[in-house]
């Protein structure tokens, strides 16, 4: 990606001295979103996905860390191919003290899972690998394929969602949602009455695509929690992102790096994120991120950027599959 252009002079003057009110000392605790389904999502979380630290016994320690910081909320999918060592994790870190109760763990069903009976046998094989008697959220990874059963990608996801609501209504699931979905995808799963949709998560960034914002103004109008992924550029992209110096900039007026001013600007719009790191430095920066603001200028700023480059690193897009 080009270098950004320093952000206006505005945004700079709102910022002189701000460092100077910073709290100092812990971690500030961190908020939670009122989900749907019914109890909190943490908005900072740790993403298990796509990287040498999400794999084997390097993810059990990077689970056990993050807990043992004070971080709450993981993020993970059948998909990583790391449920055994996630469990493992998290019944290491309740040995040491943390209440399971506090660990809101996500999981996700992809679609070549899909189906009624697929995602029915499913459930049990996934708390299996876990170790666990509940998991608190599970998304539809995508909006599928096609598949010689349940046909189209529309009746299959809409009969995975059937599937899964007997297990909301039995514990062993406490929220349903999606991933990667759009307006229209959510709205198909909606007509179909029961159990509310409790999150969609999907990429969102500074450059996001405009149905990336779309979706997100959808998801708060509908009472549906957005997680972003993707918040500093994925693994392939942060270096681009987060050494780009304007946003280093912005971050040295709050004693921040450029990672933590990206992830506060989604916060500030109720979206939660879910960096990914073995490194418990990086986790705690990432939890790190509520003893500051961003003012309104330089929020504006940020949020304008697409409109001179978007950047969509995962290639996702909502509504895009029929």
Not at 2 to 8: C, K, T
Not at 97 to 114: A, Y
Not at 225 to 253: C, K, N
Not at 273 to 281: E, H, M, S
Request: aromatic residues 8%; glycine residues 12%.
């Amino acid at each position: 990606m080009a270098p950004l252009s320093s952000a206006p002079g505005s945004v700079w003057r709102l910022l002189a001295g701000a460092s100077a009110t910073l709290a100092t000392g812990a971690v500030a605790a961190v908020p939670s979103v009122q989900l749907a389904g019914g109890g909190r999502m943490p908005m900072v979380g740790l993403g298990l996905c796509c990287r040498p630290s999400a794999t084997g016994d390097a993810v059990r320690q990077s689970v056990l860390d993050f807990l043992l910081l004070g971080g709450r909320h993981l993020d993970g999918a059948q998909l990583y191919g790391n449920h055994r060592e996630v469990g493992e994790g998290i019944r290491q870190a309740v040995a040491q003290g943390v209440p399971r109760e506090e660990v809101f763990l996500t999981t996700k069903i992809s679609p070549d899972l899909f189906g009624f009976e697929k995602a029915t046998a499913w459930v049990p094989r996934m708390l299996g690998e876990l170790g666990l008697d509940y998991v608190d959220l599970v998304l539809l990874h995508w909006a599928g394929d096609a598949d010689p059963v349940c046909i189209s990608p529309k009746q299959c996801r809409q009969e995975t969602w059937v599937a899964l609501q007997r297990f909301v209504h039995s514990g062993k699931i406490r929220n349903l949602g999606v991933s990667n979905f759009g307006p229209r995808q959510m709205k198909e799963i909606m007509a179909l009455g029961g159990v509310p949709i409790s999150a969609n998560q999907f990429e969102f960034h500074p450059f996001s695509e405009a149905v990336h914002r779309d979706t997100v103004a959808f998801c708060h109008q509908h009472g549906i929690a957005v997680t972003a992924y993707g918040s500093m550029g994925s693994s392939g992209g942060a270096q681009q992102v987060t050494t780009q110096g304007a946003f280093q900039q912005l971050g040295q007026q709050f004693g921040k790096t450029a990672g933590q001013v990206l992830l506060r600007w989604a916060v500030q719009q109720n979206v939660t994120v879910i960096p990914g790191t073995g490194n418990p430095k990086h986790m705690r920066e990432n939890l790190d991120i509520f003893d500051f603001e961003l003012p309104q200028d330089a929020m504006a700023w940020m949020s304008s950027l697409w409109q001179g480059q978007t950047m969509n690193f995962f290639g996702h897009t909502p509504d895009a599959i029929i």
